[in-house]
T-cell receptor, first 115, second 114 residues
């Protein structure tokens, strides 16, 4: 089955620690996205990548970093500079970011909490 | 930046009734999309309506788009308990000209009571 896999499902971060959230897709999609969702809120874009080895900041990139070394993978690192990291993180992909009339496909998220 | 505003924030209905959710946005768009999210899960795409379309159907779902009023509505007919979820509209603003970058509303939480 094709889809997006996020891991882990739950993650705990200690003070001053960097943590990395995994996102893998086998849909052969070019574009991938990371969103943050706070309770009762919509999604806010952290970073996105339209093609391998390229990515752009979204609306709330401070305190986060990404890489896109492979088409299938788009890991997100939450750094110690992100002072309020507790949230639900969602990864998504779409077939071709150059064509705007495409839906996004989502993983089932990672819930990050501070210890 | 949040472009979409959804109304109502929460909606509670009985099974078999229709549910209507509204979304307003601020800038011109390429398309508007509706997504569903079950509690603790990722979003699932429901319908995409392009800026030159006025109405679209998919099963029990009907979406309308009024670009002059910068608004859209999602109608779920003959609702079922399984429709209980949060529903989000998302716009693809053409001002970005970057294809695929969506801006999400804050969602409507729908509860369908059996």
């Amino acid at each position: 089955d094709g889809g997006i896999t996020q891991s882990p499902k739950y993650l705990f971060r200690k003070e001053g620690q960097n943590v990395t959230l995994s996102c893998e897709q086998n849909l052969n999609h070019d574009a991938m996205y990371w969103y943050r969702q706070d309770p009762g809120q919509g999604l806010r874009l952290i970073y996105y990548s339209q093609i391998v080895n390229d990515f752009q900041k979204g609306d709330i990139a401070e305190g986060y970093s990404v890489s896109r070394e492979k088409k299938e993978s788009f890991p997100l690192t939450v750094t110690s500079a992100q002072k309020n990291p507790t949230a639900f993180y969602l990864c998504a992909s779409s077939l071709d970011a150059r064509n705007s009339n495409q839906p996004q496909h989502f993983g089932d998220g990672t819930r990050l909490s501070i210890l | 930046s949040q472009q979409g505003e959804e109304d109502p924030q929460a909606l509670s209905i009985q099974e078999g009734e229709n549910a209507t959710m509204n979304c307003s946005y601020k800038t011109s768009i390429n398309n508007l999309q509706w997504y569903r999210q079950n509690s603790g899960r990722g979003l699932v795409h429901l319908i995409l309506i392009r800026s030159n379309e006025r109405e679209k159907h998919s099963g029990r779902l009907r979406v309308t788009l009024d670009t002059s009023k910068k608004s859209s509505s999602l109608l779920i007919t003959a609702s079922r308990a399984a429709d209980t979820a949060s529903y989000f509209c998302a716009t693809d603003p053409d001002v970005y000209n970057q294809g695929g970058k969506l801006i999400f509303g804050q969602g409507t939480e729908l509860s369908v009571k059996p």
